[in-house]
């Protein structure tokens, strides 16, 4: 079935998409598996905010590689570290990016690639300590040129 | 693989405890699987889903790499020095193959 939105519907679904943006989550907006692929990793617990650094352009030009760097507050001893970083987006067409696995052996639990990014839209990191406690941490990138081709 | 990975390390020599730090770069095109050919067919994901790095025989960091990870991955961490061994970076295919690239650490 086709649905036809007159403009006014449509400007009220978009309203709908900025709610959803400022933490107020809906299924019915989410537009592709990342409350699911958060939902996993957390085991249905809240992520606390902070702890976590999000580095990321304000503004990508190319969506195609767009350089993040994540790190994560923590002493990395044996008694108290980060044992995984989960990074996802809400607006490519999958959500997952990239998981990475620390130890103690880390040191330092900060890690730096290139992602994707078809188009402007928030990344998200959520850390998992090694008693389980959660941290997540948020930031948008506006991207100029989507990095999914096709 | 046309070229082997391109690994470096911060310091080649260590003392105990202290933070090393490794970049890579490797050369895959890390196809994503959402895109179309010309005649409109969709071209099979193929990236390198996996990256492994061990320090003298021990797990240091690793990562599970999605398609939207930009191709020709570059991956950049730290890891604390504690003895000296070989550094050793295993990329896994989604076709099952890898890519190992290696390099040395000197821990005093």
Redesign the interface.
Known sequence: MRVLLNRRQALAIGAGAVAVLNGAVSPAFAKNDVDELIGKFTGGKKPAEGKIKLDLPEIAENG???PM?VSVESP?TEQSYVSEVMVV?DG???A?????????????A????????ASTQNVIAVAKMNDGSLFTAAKQVKVTIG???? | MASPPRIKLDKKEAKKGDIVEVKALVAHVMESGQRKNAEGKVIPRKILNKFTCTVAGKEVFSADFEPAIAANPYIQFKFKAQETGPVVLTWVDDDGSKIVGQTEIAVS
Do not use: D, K, Q
């Not at chain 1, 900060?110 to 990014?117: F, M, P, Q, W």
């Open positions: 195609n590689t767009v760097t990395m987006t490519n067409p999958r997952g990016v990239v998981t990475f696995h620390f130890s103690p052996a880390s040191g330092v900060e890690a730096n690639t290139r992602i994707r990014l990095g999914c081709g096709g």
